[in-house]
């Protein structure tokens, strides 16, 4: 009967994390382990207590003939700040910088513990809100919306600048690329994204904020909601913004090709 | 004590989880946990008999000094081949038609459970080897890559058709698309892969491989090590494909555009 417990736990602790912001209905766990519902009930009480003393998560409680358990994958403000400060080390690099003032940041958009970490904070900021899709440009955006797609348990859509044949009809805009003042073009695949849904733009790097306003148009475009706009980094810019509400990871302050240096310091999610 | 065996178990699981293909010392849960190492040694003993009762993974111990534990995330051929078989049927809906013969494929590739299960799927082929980073090429290939490169839990890079001055120097190669039979041409960050790493090749869609030899290419130019090569789904394709070994998890056998059918199987993936 003990080890009959631990290997509830086990096995609930795996599920739960796979299945995130999922409602469980205890009347699940009763079946797959063949055990009362009471007995379930303890088990998720002790989940409960880990997760929230090593900072997993929060396993909401639903009660009623409807409810059932809910993971919600957080990070704490401290352990997030920690992570992120690390990584401002990393990115200050001197081997970092590309000719034109430009950060080399594929090889750490490629790490599966990095982009664990960094879904896990992104996923953090929008605990209480209703997301039905996580929106991004390809290519280097791809990784960063899987990521937090993981931990919210909901879709990505994936923009493109060049059409393609495999995505069938799409719908495009214009937008004004910030850095360039150029007017470009981005599409969406059309059977993407309902109609109504809340959505969530993130990517990798935000300069002008252009891309992200031609995301903002086509969410519009497909009328749907936006929820909010968090990207890994941003570099400082001397215009004015095309966008003003959004979430940064890091801030790339300076970058001096002459002196060789970049100074990268912790983005505006951490401000108050 | 009881409750503290539980919370171990807890988190142990979660840590394991985040942290496959990763030696773990003993002393490392010991430390975590203030225990002593033989009741971690009996905690890990219910969590490896679990994991393999639930078909989660292979929890090995590396007796010695220099040992500990390692997780090896695994999907049994059978419960591989039932989530195969719900996907060939989702992908043979009509509405999947595009103009052309082709198969809208996108809203799958972002679906994170889907991803994660595939990602299983695909790691589970390449248990025994060592492996050092996988490679896709942008844009539909990435999802695939992530998944897998979360189980593997080693890097991904991402080759790109378009040369952007975010990748800094970079490594070309020309190759033959096997459908159009156009030369064309894909490029790598010199910096991404470094010589002599062993490399398994991902990509979502394969039809005369033009794509993969181009990719096997410039794993030469690297001076790596294919290791192996695994496409999510390949169509059928009449002439000599460029490459011979590969695997699949699903095939295309059929598109009657006239009759607007689309006919999936598994692929080779599941051959003997």
Tied chains: 1, 2.
Aim: include cysteine; aromatic fraction near 8%.
């Amino acid at each position: 009967m003990k080890i009959r417990r631990s290997e509830r736990l086990i096995d609930m602790t795996h599920y739960l994390l796979e299945h995130p912001h999922q409602l469980i209905p205890l009347t699940f766990f009763a079946k797959r382990y063949e055990s009362a519902k009471s007995s379930i009930s303890e088990d998720l009480a002790i989940v409960k207590k880990t997760f929230k003393m090593r900072g997993t998560g929060i396993l909401e409680t639903i009660p009623g003939a409807a409810g059932g358990v809910l993971f919600v994958p957080e990070i704490s403000m401290a352990d997030a700040r920690k992570y992120i400060e690390d990584l401002c080390e990393e990115m200050s690099q001197q081997d970092r910088l590309l000719p034109g003032g430009y950060v080399y940041l594929s090889d750490l958009l490629g790490q599966p513990e990095l982009l664990r970490q960094v879904g896990r904070i992104i996923a953090s900021k929008y605990l209480g809100e209703k997301i039905d899709a996580v929106m991004t440009v390809a290519t280097k955006g791809v990784p960063i919306a899987q990521a937090v797609s993981y931990y919210l348990n909901v879709p990505f859509v994936i923009v493109r600048r060049d059409s393609k044949i495999t995505e069938g009809s799409t719908v495009s805009v214009n937008y004004v690329s910030g850095s360039s003042e150029r007017i470009e073009k981005m599409e969406l695949s059309k059977r993407s994204l309902a109609r109504g849904s809340r959505v969530l733009v993130v990517d990798d790097f935000m300069k002008g904020g252009g891309t992200v306003n031609g995301m903002k148009s086509l969410i519009e475009e497909f009328e749907c909601e936006l929820v909010g706009v968090t990207v890994f980094a941003e570099a400082k810019f001397k215009g004015t913004r095309a966008i003003n509400e959004y979430s940064s990871l890091l801030f790339v302050e300076n970058v001096d090709t002459r002196t060789k240096t970049i100074n990268v310091v912790p983005g505006n999610y951490f401000e108050e």
